[in-house]
């Protein structure tokens, strides 16, 4: 759908570019980027995103704490990352500009707001003098728009109130970026229709601003250019844009199917892990039980007793939910069940920064529990990522008897980017077999160990399997409650064997790059995008340079050590002050150089490749 032209346009073919849409809390950016990226999506580009939420839930209208952004990479070739800048920044009020202009390209274009402009949103900007007037913003391509008073005019007859034209604005803004970016209005027209459908009059007041923002650009002098990405050359198949909490949503289920499992998440809600509770709640029809429990210990608990059941048991939070989980992980690590423990990181300590993303929990993984208490650790890289780490967490967990922590963060959880949908005959198969009263016999050792160290999973009710379950050490093979020294020696060195042994069960560490060189970057987590996006530019300028990213995290792939000792020197970029490296370092004794950052905010590309630049020089 599009208007007729009534002013020549020049339309551009760009690779790539990186669109960033903010305002208050309030003005419907989250929507606005998702709407966007939905649509570069069916449009054939690659995609990737940043949601940046506030952290106060209601900061007061037109502050700098209340800025909500939406940023969107969108290419016609393969990207990883969000985009270090921004080509074109929509900023809807003085404080969306000035928390985020620095991003903002030298020339690039700006789309501001005008009508909240006015003394009070600049005072609470901090503006002495209006920006669009003072001659500051010179530098870029700047395009004034009163977006507020254009999108009334649009939906005027409606006889809507004020309130009501007002919450239209993100269309406008829209419509105006759809222009600009020669994107489709459909897919967000079928939205609308969609989500608005039983109020007709909020319907046909969004499809309004969206036509009418669209039309601006079309028809208006102020705006002479176009820019047009093409499709990228992906890989066949048939793909969905997926955020990474969506993608372990449904990598969870499949998980369930393949093993033939119930699914079982018992969780309490806590930003940004709560969409995997809503996401999950949804596929009953899958046999999916979803419960909210009045705290995380109870959550925790929950899921133990679900194992204890037969079902794939999951436990879902952030960092302060996982402190509370401490004790409960315990007890799943002493009664040897298998459990997902999903932790999807965000900022700290304390209440921290809630919605921004970090990856300060690794250590909280590793021993953030009384006693010796080891537990398999992996880790997604990427928003679609997710769906493959889920599965593959299960997997480790069922096969050798163990909780095992699943380390995401705000970045993944809140990113998207194209998920290739697998054929169901390509997923890998599970199979999971409890023993029955009559291939034991009549006595039952529920401690009695197979060749991965791994103990029976006896369902309860199954005739003659009746055995001690409990968070007191247990005798070896009776599972009798024990106190002899030498037996618990023997079960905390066998525990921690068992978790040992998952490094042979897992496929060897891969090296993008040379086998050998200057410099290895090991990354992990959702470092990832920005780590091999910086590699392949730090090559591409002579460097010999090569990454190896880590999913397993304890214990390592077993041939990190050999890898680690080839290259001259090892770069670790991690968004905590320095955590992996702490690890590396002790386990391999190598002098490993870290890069840290703990702003809320992911590695950009350029902090990376200045980094190995500076090593190498």
């Not at 106060?56 to 502050?63: D, N």
């Not at 404080?95 to 030298?106: E, G, K, M, R, Y």
């Not at 792939?557 to 991690?574: Q, S």
């Amino acid at each position: 759908m599009s208007a007729t032209s009534a002013v020549a346009k020049e339309i551009s073919e760009i690779p790539s570019a990186t669109v960033r849409f903010c305002g208050d809390s309030g003005d419907g950016m989250q929507l606005a980027g998702t709407q966007f990226t939905n649509t570069s999506a069916l449009a054939g580009n690659d995609v990737a995103t940043f949601p940046d939420f506030p952290a106060e839930i209601r900061a007061p209208r037109g502050t700098k704490a209340g800025v909500s952004g939406f940023q969107i990479h969108f290419a016609s070739e393969e990207i990883f990352t969000p985009g270090d800048q921004v080509d074109a920044l929509v900023a809807m009020n003085p404080a969306a500009l000035v928390t985020n202009l620095a991003d903002l390209v030298p020339g690039g274009i700006l789309i501001l707001n005008s009508e909240a402009f006015d003394d009070k949103g600049l005072k609470q900007a901090g503006y002495a003098t209006n920006p669009i007037e003072d001659g500051s913003l010179e530098g870029y391509q700047l395009f004034s728009v009163d977006m507020t008073k254009l999108t009334r005019l649009a939906v005027e007859s409606l006889n809507l109130g004020v309130k009501e034209s007002d919450r239209c604005r993100n269309f406008y803004a829209m419509g105006l970026v759809f222009w600009l970016y020669d994107r489709s209005m459909e897919p967000t027209l079928r939205y609308i229709e969609d989500k608005f459908g039983k109020r007709p009059e909020i319907a046909e007041a969004n499809r309004r601003a969206l036509t009418a923002g669209f039309n601006y650009g079309e028809t208006t002098d102020a705006l002479h250019s176009q820019y047009r990405v093409a499709p990228a050359k992906l890989k066949p198949g048939q793909y969905r844009n997926i955020t990474g909490n969506q993608a372990l949503a449904i990598g969870l289920v499949a998980a369930a199917k393949l093993s033939g499992k119930e699914l079982f998440l018992g969780s309490y809600p806590i930003t940004p892990a709560s969409d995997i509770l809503h996401d999950l709640s949804r596929h009953k029809n899958f046999g999916v039980r979803t419960f909210q429990a009045e705290d995380e210990i109870a959550a925790v608990t929950s899921a133990i007793g679900a194992a204890f059941g037969g079902a794939m048991a999951i436990t879902t939070s952030s960092g302060p939910g996982i402190a509370l989980k401490g004790e409960g992980m315990g007890l799943a690590v002493m009664t040897e069940l298998p459990m997902l423990i999903i932790n999807v990181q965000r900022g700290g300590p304390s209440t921290g920064l809630p919605t921004k993303t970090e990856q300060a929990d690794l250590m909280q993984a590793m021993y953030g529990r009384n006693g010796e208490c080891p537990m398999p650790i992996i880790a997604c890289r990427s928003p679609a990522d997710c769906f493959e780490v889920a599965i593959e967490a299960w997997r480790i967990a069922a096969r050798f008897m163990t909780p095992v922590m699943l380390l995401s963060d705000g970045y993944i959880a809140n990113g998207a980017e194209p998920w290739r949908i697998p054929q169901v005959d390509a997923l890998p198969t599970m199979e999971i077999r409890h023993p029955s009263a009559s291939e034991n016999g009549d006595e039952f050792h529920p401690y009695e160990r197979n060749e991965r160290l791994s103990r029976p999973w006896a369902l309860p009710g199954t005739p003659g399997l009746m055995h001690r379950i409990g968070g007191l050490e247990k005798q070896d093979i009776t599972g009798n409650v024990s106190y002899d020294p030498i037996n618990h020696q023997h079960m905390v060195d066998t525990r921690a064997a068992k978790v040992a042994a998952v490094a042979n069960d897992v496929p060897l560490q891969e090296v993008d790059g040379p086998e050998t060189g200057d410099v290895l970057v090991l990354s992990w987590g959702g470092t990832y995008g920005a780590c091999a996006t910086a590699v392949t530019r730090a090559r591409q300028l002579g460097t010999s340079v090569a990454h190896a990213h880590l999913r397993y995290l304890n214990p390592f792939p077993r041939n990190l050590g050999e890898i680690v000792k080839r290259y001259k020197k090892v770069l670790v970029p991690e968004l905590n002050k320095g955590q992996l490296i702490m690890l590396v370092r002790h386990k391999f004794l190598v002098d490993a150089i870290g890069l840290n950052k703990v702003q809320g905010k992911p590695f950009t590309v350029a902090e990376i490749v200045s980094k190995i630049q500076e090593l190498v020089k």
